[in-house]
């Protein structure tokens, strides 16, 4: 079988992918057949296993491709960081959901988050696992910067700062999915008081020493 040009194939790949999301969001994930994304693609089903093999593939790569959508937002905050770390870290904490459920569907979290807690073999689990590593990541560099500015103690650990603001996160998150609120109703209800709890006696005031 002769192999469309990579331009071609990337354009089909993103329809398709498309398709899925769309597909994924009014049915739920577990009713839509591959044979229902070709025929909302315009595709063959052929067509659609020759790129992805899997729903679970093409469900990995709407993740990744929403996760590279989502880096610029996040690049920019970190770049005008409040100058409050309570109000930085509430006010990321809020981009994160939102981005969460802007880019992806209730439905989709919730395998997601279930892979993750309960099937540590899977690539939905590694793809997880790729996501929190990233925010990891921002955290530290986010945290680093408040010590640097004398706006958190010298002897908090950053790296165990960072993983609690991460479980706290992804708690936060589950109980959004599996509630009817919204991610503003919910940040409000169960994250802000959490991230605050989680910093309170960390924080210098300004002015006084670290």
């Known amino acids: 079988m002769t192999t469309p040009p ?4 990337n354009h089909k790949e993103s329809e398709v992918l498309d398709a899925a999301e769309l597909l994924f969001q009014t049915q739920g994930y577990e009713s839509t057949k591959i044979e229902a994304i070709a025929v909302e693609a315009s595709v063959a089903s052929a067509t659609v296993y020759n790129y992805f ?3 679970n593939n093409i ?3 709407i993740i990744l491709r929403h996760l590279e959508a989502a880096l610029p937002e ?3 905050f970190m770049r005008a960081l409040p100058d409050d770390p309570v109000a930085g870290i509430i006010a990321f ?3 994160l959901a939102e981005q969460a459920l802007r880019f992806l569907g209730r439905d989709s979290w919730k395998i997601i988050l279930t892979a993750k807690l309960l099937d540590d073999q899977s690539a939905a689990h590694r793809t997880a696992r790729r996501l929190d590593t990233l925010i990891y990541k921002q955290y530290i560099r986010i945290l680093t910067r408040y010590r640097n500015m ?3 103690d010298d002897d908090v650990d950053i790296a165990l700062l960072a993983s609690l603001l991460i ?3 992804n708690a936060v998150l589950a109980r959004i999915v599996v509630s009817a609120h919204t991610v503003a109703e919910g940040m409000k209800l169960w994250g802000d008081p959490s991230v605050r709890m989680v910093l309170r006696g960390l924080i210098v005031e300004p ?3 670290a």
């Open 6 to 9: 990579r331009s071609s194939r």
């Open 53 to 55: 093999e899997t729903k």
């Open 59 to 61: 469900f990995l790569s």
């Open 74 to 76: 996040r690049r920019r």
């Open 93 to 95: 904490e809020n981009m």
């Open 150 to 152: 004398g706006r958190i």
């Open 167 to 169: 479980d706290v996160g």
């Open 207 to 209: 002015g006084k020493p």
